[in-house]
């Protein structure tokens, strides 16, 4: 059996990935570490909670010394690092928060994994892995042409997105100074079942389905690239077991769309499957003032993880966003249709 540390397996992604990976294999005994701030919920993780191969640790990734027991404790031989602050207006308002976790947090973590592995292995990175999945607001923002590559110049515009982009970097500083064996992923925005309710497309349900203004930027023009999160699991999963040491793969689902179209599309998969008794969910969409930076659009060419992993991502947003709908509707109470 191989122990693999899943950093921030409570949260949206995480707890996608999680009983995914322990489902396809059977080889692998999973320890996730989460400090579960409100963003992390372990109700997301019933389904394998009583797994014999599934152990839940409560714990930040500051904290070197619970990080070495636990390298040692479980003799960790692998990586997948989730874990980070993600939402761009909480960092906005404070950022401090988001430098501890995102850069100061992913170098104890890095850290701690290579002084373990250098002293467990002969030929110390041959093996081990350490999987840090990123974002493609890294990149910056682009104009109404273009993609992000594996070779676009850095341009974080948010504290979250600069803070992601110096994680990158410190994970590429241990390949290039110390030789470890690390895979970096930046990934368009994802959705799907599990998502937090302070992103788009969750905010967008549930106000709908309470009654409530469908909130949405400036003019709604934004554009994002997004990523059934099923889609990215499959993909984080083939970079882990066949991407190359040092290299980066954008993963992105293809589907770029506006903030006015995914709340218009959700108003009227709404309408479909519970409708109002009166009018129609897209009555209730306001416009707000805009985010502060706000990056008007991300795009990613994918072209690098499909021709050299074979990913391809199984849903288009038509397709991804009725399940995401349906999930929602079958796990949340409380709705109001009058």
Known sequence: MTNVLVTGGAGFIGSNFIPYFLEKYSEYNVINLDVLTYAGNL???????????????????????????????????????FAAESHVDNSIKKSDLFIKTNINGTHTLLDVAYRFWKNKYTS?????????????????????????????PY???????????????????????YGMNTVITNCSNNYGPKQHDEKLIPTVIHNALGGNSIPIYGDGKNVRDWLYVRDHCKAIDLAYHKGESGETYNVGGNNERDNNYIATKICEILDGLKPKQNGSYKDQITYVEDRVGHDKRYAIDATKIENELGWKPDEDFETGIVKTVEWYLDHYSGINND
């Open 155 to 177: 341009a974080p515009n948010s504290p979250y997105s600069a803070s992601k982009a110096s994680s990158d970097m410190i994970v590429r500083s241990y390949h290039h100074t």
């Open 124 to 152: 110390i990175f041959s093996h081990p892995r350490f999987l840090h999945i990123s974002t493609d607001e890294v990149y910056g923002s682009l104009g109404e042409t273009g993609l992000f590559t594996e070779k676009t």
């Open 43 to 81: 109700d997301n993780l019933r389904e394998i909670e009583d797994n014999p191969r599934y152990k839940f640790i409560k714990g930040d990734i500051c904290n070197r010394e619970l990080l070495e027991f636990i390298f040692q404790e479980y003799s960790i031989d692998g990586v997948i690092h």
